[in-house]
């Protein structure tokens, strides 16, 4: 099966198209490429991934991680010759993601399409190249994105899933699906994330703007929340699904979203949802 197959028909993936081609490059906001990169091609690769099996996203000594798995791979096929690798969202141990988007330089000449083939044999079925193309030195996948979205996946009934359990939470108490959308909507806007979001360095914001929060039913008791928002911190979407199943038991209302962003107290907020339910489903540019 698929990360994510349900007994209903799941939502339709979005074309793999986000990433603008290298004519038309969504404007600089990375630092400015360096002296004769123009000699370089630049690549944007968009990549689906099963997290059980890594420590996460980012390169981590030691670790297996998605990041290491792809920049070794490249360094196998391209000489050596990778620089600038970066990934549109750093998704933690165990989480999945549909639509990662990473991008990279390389000063040897290769197809696109030839390298996300030779990267899908390698990697899949753990990680799928879905698209590749070139871009221009401006693009950076992290920086250059617009939007991310999120998905997260609950089985919501009295026994577990054994077919799910790696892509879903199994939350056995009753959900009111009213309730969590009316819990869902007042995270929409700006606000100061600090109550949802773990500690990061000294001096980052935890502000954020969020587009689109809201809950699917897809029967047979799988519970979808979507959250689409410019940016996230720090372990912010499963807080927020933590909370948000806290008011779908009545242990919380959804009058005390407000409450709760307000006092920018992560004590305040439910408990940390876990990661396998998580997905990165597409990022905007």
């Not at 390298?115 to 190249?129: F, N, S």
């Not at 929060?213 to 979507?226: A, F, N």
């Amino acid at each position: 099966m698929t990360l994510f197959d349900t007994d209903a028909p799941a939502p339709e993936p979005e074309p793999v198209s986000p990433v603008p081609a290298a004519e038309s490059a969504h404007p600089a906001t990375d630092p400015a490429p360096e002296a004769g990169s123009s000699a370089r091609t630049h690549l944007a690769l968009t990549v689906a991934y099963e997290g059980t099996g890594f420590r996460g996203f980012a390169v981590q000594p030691g670790q297996r991680t998605v990041a290491g798995e792809l920049v070794g791979a490249l360094e196998q096929m391209l000489r050596g010759d990778v620089a600038d690798f970066v990934g549109a969202g750093r998704t933690d141990a165990g989480v999945h993601a549909w639509g990662q988007v990473v991008s990279f330089s390389t000063g040897v000449d290769t197809e696109p399409e030839v390298l996300a083939r030779k990267l899908t044999r390698r990697l899949g079925p753990e990680i799928v190249v879905r698209d590749a193309r070139m871009v221009g030195p401006e693009f950076s996948a992290r920086h250059s994105a617009t939007a991310r979205t999120y998905r997260y996946t609950v089985v919501n009934r009295p026994q577990p899933d054994p077919f799910r359990a790696r892509y879903a939470w199994w939350v056995p108490e009753p959900l009111e699906l009213a309730r969590l959308r009316l819990g869902a909507d007042p995270f929409v806007g700006e606000h100061d994330f600090a109550a949802f979001c773990r500690k990061g360095p000294e001096g980052s914001t935890t502000v954020r703007r969020v587009l689109r929060s809201h809950w699917d039913d897809l029967g047979d008791g799988i519970l979808q929340y979507e959250v689409r928002a410019t940016a996230f911190c720090w372990q912010m979407v499963r807080s927020i699904v933590g909370t948000l199943v806290e008011i779908g038991t009545g242990r919380l209302t959804a009058g005390d979203v407000l409450t709760i962003i307000r006092s920018r107290d992560r004590q305040r907020a439910g408990r940390l949802a876990p990661p396998e339910g998580l997905c990165l489903w597409q990022v905007d540019y």
